[in-house]
């Protein structure tokens, strides 16, 4: 049975960071993702990485967050840095079924999703 664990989140104040940890189990995966939901908000595309070690972050958080995946890649991590009040959210981690290699964005890319972590930053 496959299984997201998302760990490491709380409360931060702005200019802090944070580093959020995914451990998946059941199987490996070529896409792994963060995604993110602020009260009152879509859920929104953060990061993405592949088992090859490739990595990208959308526009809003570029410079300031790094995903990667440890050496067995079962685990995914999001380093957060300079975070913003803005950055509040629950982080959601996700899992893409599928042995396709591509950026993928919409949620509906993804099947598995873990329970999500709260992220809170204040000012």
């Known amino acids: 049975q496959v299984q997201l664990v998302e760990s490491g989140g709380g409360l931060v104040q702005a200019g802090g960071s944070l580093r959020l940890s995914c451990a998946a189990s059941?199987?490996?995966?070529?896409?792994m993702a963060w995604f993110r939901q602020a009260p009152g908000k879509e859920r929104e595309f953060v990061a993405a990485?592949?088992?090859?070690?490739?990595?990208y972050s959308a526009d809003s958080v570029k410079g300031r967050f790094t995903s990667s995946r440890d050496n067995g890649k079962t685990t995914m991590y999001l380093q957060m840095n300079s975070l913003k009040p803005e950055d509040t959210a629950v982080y959601y981690c996700?899992?893409?079924?599928?042995?396709?290699?591509?950026?993928?964005?919409?949620?509906?890319?993804?099947?598995?999703w873990g329970q999500g972590i709260q992220v809170t930053v204040s000012s």
């Open positions: 990485t592949w088992s090859g070690g490739s990595t």
């Open positions: 996700a899992a893409d079924a599928s042995l396709r290699v591509g950026l993928r964005v919409q949620q509906d890319d993804y099947t598995y």
């Open positions: 059941g199987r490996t995966f070529i896409t």
